[in-house]
């Protein structure tokens, strides 16, 4: 279980502190990472779950300036299968999934699990999919960038104010081997005109970071894309469920979320 404990333990820190000025430090440096990574999945290698998301909501949430509280992974799955759509429907859309206020990325998580769910292991291909999400929160954007990296995934990273435009950086992550199994680049992209009217950045609040880590590009061949869009039955016959474990009902997340409220409540007390 990846606990503060845990965490504390693989970096050598002792301290929520020292454990985050370590994920800032790792950022750029992809040996390190890639390190940090293995460390990671030697504990726990289930990545169909938020790597830091119980971490940050204990140690680094603000829950009052900010609001952060995160969606629970059942709901994040439920909306990732709502969303999923057909290969050539899929296809005519710019990103695979956005998220505007993507926290530590729970949401596009569960969505790149439903994607790969969605194909067979010859037809899936990360190149074809490209994630992007905003985010506001200056505490939140480690966790965020080593969660897609972490993935193997392709995405845009805005470090900013969705609505306003007012923006620090824009974040590149890029899976350069195209392997599922392989670890994301970190790239900045430039503070330049045609960056700024692609991500609609309207005001640059930082300086530009120059950090580029993609070389060659390497796409893997792979057959075409098996999706197809989830089919609901809204008049299914009586006994067409056989496995009712497999259908979360909105008590079972209800439950789920007092659970949680009461433990917040009982160690504030």
């Known amino acids: 279980m990846l606990d503060a404990e845990t965490?504390?333990?693989?970096?050598?820190?002792?301290?929520?502190?020292?454990?985050?000025?370590?994920?800032?430090?790792?950022?750029?440096?992809?040996?390190?990472?890639?390190?940090?990574?293995?460390?990671?999945?030697?504990?726990?290698?289930?990545?169909?779950?938020?790597?830091?998301?119980?971490?940050?909501e204990e140690y680094n949430a603000e829950r009052k300036s900010h609001k952060q509280d995160y969606t629970p992974d059942s709901v994040s799955k439920i909306l990732a299968m709502l969303t999923r759509s057909d290969a050539e429907t899929f296809q005519k859309a710019g990103y695979s999934a956005y998220d505007p206020t993507a926290g530590t990325g729970s949401l596009l998580i569960q969505k790149w699990r439903d994607d790969q769910l969605?194909?067979?292991?010859?037809?899936?291909?990360?190149?074809?999919?490209?994630?992007?999400?905003?985010?506001?929160?200056?505490?939140?954007?480690?966790?965020?960038?080593?969660?897609?990296?972490?993935?193997?995934?392709?995405?845009?990273?805005?470090?900013?104010?969705?609505?306003?435009?007012?923006?620090?950086?824009?974040?590149?992550?890029?899976?350069?081997?195209?392997?599922?199994?392989?670890?994301?680049?970190?790239?900045?992209?430039?503070?330049?005109?045609?960056?700024?009217?692609?991500?609609?950045?309207?005001?640059?609040?930082?300086?530009?970071?120059?950090h580029i880590e993609s070389g060659e590009v390497i796409w893997h061949r792979a057959l075409p894309m098996q999706r197809k869009a989830l089919e609901i039955n809204p008049n299914p016959m009586p006994g067409e469920y056989s496995n009712q474990n497999d259908h979360l009902q909105l008590k079972d997340v209800a439950s789920v979320e007092r659970s949680k409220k009461t433990r917040f409540i009982q160690k504030a007390q």
Request: aromatic content about 16%; proline content about 3%; overall charge negative.
């Open 7 to 56: 965490f504390y333990k693989i970096t050598n820190t002792t301290q929520h502190a020292e454990f985050e000025a370590y994920l800032k430090e790792i950022l750029f440096k992809p040996e390190k990472r890639e390190k940090f990574y293995n460390a990671i999945l030697k504990v726990d290698c289930d990545v169909y779950k938020d790597t830091f998301k119980d971490y940050f």
């Open 118 to 210: 969605a194909e067979t292991l010859w037809s899936y291909a990360p190149h074809r999919y490209f994630y992007r999400a905003d985010e506001m929160a200056d505490n939140v954007i480690p966790y965020l960038l080593h969660n897609l990296c972490i993935r193997g995934m392709n995405a845009i990273v805005v470090h900013g104010d969705c609505l306003e435009g007012r923006v620090k950086q824009v974040y590149f992550i890029q899976n350069s081997k195209d392997d599922f199994l392989r670890y994301s680049d970190v790239n900045v992209m430039p503070h330049s005109k045609m960056v700024a009217e692609e991500f609609e950045v309207k005001e640059w609040l930082q300086d530009e970071i120059k």
